[in-house]
């Protein structure tokens, strides 16, 4: 085990798996120079400039030229520096990469990897701090990820840049400057499988990304009150692992979904909906809902912190369904 | 440098093949036989011909929503076409694509594209694989003037030119961005001018004379092959039918079509081929009946080809993920 931070467990595996495979390059807004956030340090001076691509200020473009460079063989890894700006890329993400192994009857296929940071308490505004994933859990054709702690930050995008589909990679800004303890093997993770990150009996608390943490310390007050919550960390939120969560609802007999995303049409919904069509009969109380306020996430540290989900406001949902 | 005539010959006859099968699918469109809607490809023959002419079987292709004559001149298959186009299984992309969307990996065509300006960066991120696998093989986007007004192209553009990616990107300047002419789309006069903003060559040739078009492309094919960098060709053409099969075209006259149609690109290559007496009466005649039989048989084929079921529908969305569909 090392203590790394989360952005260098991401340079960990881009460098593992550029390693492992000479297909793998990565472009992106800066990236040669470490990137806006760290993500990629040391990888130029390992690999050398075709391989490590800095891009012109270019989403659309970023993912364009990902898309063919993976039809013909190569593995290219994708930085969007903020999630928000994958909305200058939309037409790529959306209507190519997702679609171009379907509307081509399974002849061809883009195996790309897309990694974007995500997520608020950055006091960055409103155009720099959306959770935008649900968008694109919404899209069959493309694979979509996350991860709340360094290690599993490597696990991901390991499998991701390994995965021979389109793989969108959300990574929690807020989480990349914490330490945490990462193996020293290259762990194996399976796309669609989740992790039973606290094991307790009388809540599942279904979560991912950055609202891990905050979720294991909700989890935290709640064991102190005498409350045993399941927190399952879904990594991946398509295909997500239905089995596991409705086998804890089986046990637990009541569920919370947390996200950082807007509450409103969240990802969150379809989990919540999907435990409510499958396990109706094993509940005791609604599925209930933790995410951002619906408003755009403000600058001012206050307003920030009160709009975006807190530990506390998931402790309070588990108490109300008492 | 003028073709051989045995090259104008060859490139001719691909033109041939073209409009026949474009007139075939109007006729069959109209009858009802194939779902969804169609853009005719009839009036530009030349551009895909000669562009294609210029490149080897194992370089890279994309096409656009209006595409057929692309697919063709690359080589593609007749039935499997035909087939995708009726909605079939046994087509090109088993019924999931469609007009717009025929693929043929093999082939290098990396799909047609519903959305306009899409291909030019896939087509160029082709191209700098290319280049990243050492081989000397290039990647053209076809795209039409109506797609140099989209973002993407001139993303597309600057980081082609900033990595002297192998590609060329050949805009098909037929006149018309859908309902729009080009003077109430764009205010240039040449799409070519718009190279000058990425230090790339521009070049604008007569996209009715498949000679000319070839020239074109095999220099800037050339140029990309040997690591000289992206060059956009403008090909001015003109596009005879309307921008889908049952447009009714109230935004030009008959007579702008007609003044076009004594431009055929196909009677531009004739004719110089009667000239250099490489084709006459009869010769004309059996190359029209060759290419008649060879759509006839595409044609009968598909029609009498299975329908997919309707499960197919659930195939095909991931690599080796079959339980879709879950929820």
């Known amino acids: ?322 | 440098m003028p073709a051989s005539p045995d090259e104008l010959l060859r490139m001719y006859r691909t033109m041939v093949l073209i409009r026949l099968a474009e007139e075939r699918l109007v006729q069959l469109f109209a009858a009802g036989k194939m779902p969804g809607f169609i853009h005719s490809y009839i009036g530009e023959e030349a551009t895909a011909v000669g562009v294609c002419g210029a490149l080897r079987p194992d370089d890279y292709i994309t096409s656009t929503h209006r595409g057929h004559g692309h697919i063709i001149a690359k080589g593609g298959d007749l039935g499997l076409f035909f087939a995708e186009l009726y909605g079939k299984a046994t087509g090109y992309c088993r019924g999931k694509g469609g007009s717009m969307h025929v693929t043929d990996m093999d082939l290098g065509i990396l799909g047609a594209n519903g959305i306009v300006g899409a291909g030019i960066p896939i087509a160029a991120g082709a191209a700098l694989a290319c280049r990243m696998q050492g081989l000397d093989r290039v990647a053209v986007s076809f795209l039409g003037d109506g797609a140099t007004d989209i973002g993407v192209f001139h993303e597309a553009l600057n980081m082609a030119s900033l990595w002297e990616v192998p590609a060329v990107f050949v805009c098909e300047n037929n006149g018309y961005a859908d309902f729009m002419s080009r003077a109430t789309h764009q205010k240039i006069e040449r799409v070519s001018d718009r190279a000058a903003s990425y230090a790339m060559p521009g070049v604008t040739v007569d996209g009715n004379d498949v000679e000319a078009v070839r020239d074109a492309a095999t220099e800037a094919v050339a140029r990309a092959r040997s690591g000289g960098g992206p060059t956009l060709l403008e090909c001015v053409t003109y596009r005879w039918r309307g921008h889908y099969e049952g447009d009714p075209q109230p935004y030009r006259t008959s007579d702008e079509v007609e003044e076009w149609k004594r431009r055929d690109p196909l009677g531009v290559a004739e004719g110089r081929l009667r000239a250099a007496g490489a084709l006459d009466d009869a010769g004309s005649e059996s190359i029209r009946e060759e290419a008649a039989t060879a759509i006839e048989r595409a044609v009968a084929e598909a029609e009498a080809a299975p329908m997919p079921s309707p499960e197919d529908a659930l195939q095909d969305v991931y690599v080796e993920l079959d339980e879709v569909g879950w929820s």
């Open chain 1, 1 to 322: 085990m090392t203590k790394l931070s989360y952005a260098r467990a991401v340079s960990l595996a881009l460098g593992e798996a550029m390693e492992a495979d000479g297909r793998v390059f990565v472009l992106g807004e800066d990236v040669a120079h470490g990137g806006a956030y760290g993500a990629t340090v040391g990888l130029l001076d390992r690999f050398g400039p075709a391989r490590v691509r800095d891009t012109p200020i270019s989403e659309a473009a970023i993912v364009g030229y990902s898309v063919g460079a993976s039809l013909a063989g190569m593995r290219p890894v994708a930085e969007i520096m903020h999630m928000d700006f994958i909305a200058c890329a939309m037409d790529q993400v959306v209507n190519q990469a997702a679609k171009v192994r379907y509307m081509s009857g399974g002849k061809a296929s883009a195996p790309l990897v897309i990694r974007a940071g995500t997520g608020g308490w950055l006091s960055a505004a409103a155009q720099h701090s959306q959770s935008l994933e649900a968008w694109f859990a919404h899209i069959p054709g493309i694979k979509v990820v996350s991860s709340g702690t360094p290690a599993d930050a490597r696990a991901v995008l390991r499998a991701a840049i390994d995965d021979d589909n389109p793989v969108l990679v959300i990574e929690s800004l807020s989480l990349y400057e914490g330490q945490d303890e990462v193996p020293d093997e290259a762990p194996a993770y399976r796309l669609g499988s989740a992790d039973l990150k606290r094991r307790g009996d009388d809540v599942t608390i279904v979560t991912w990304g950055a609202m891990v943490p905050r979720v294991l310390e909700a989890a935290e007050t709640l064991g102190a009150e005498g409350v045993g919550a399941d927190v399952i960390d879904l990594l991946t939120l398509r295909p997500w692992d239905v089995d596991a969560v409705l086998e804890s609802v089986a046990r637990t007999n009541r569920a919370v979904v947390v996200h950082q995303a807007y509450r409103h049409a969240g990802f969150g919904a379809e989990v919540a909906a999907t435990i409510a069509e499958r396990a109706f009969d094993h509940l005791d109380a609604p599925v209930a809902r933790v995410g951002s306020l619906d408003v755009p996430v403000p600058f001012s540290p206050p307003m920030e912190e009160y709009v975006l989900p807190t530990a506390g406001r998931v402790v309070d949902a588990v108490r109300a369904m008492a």
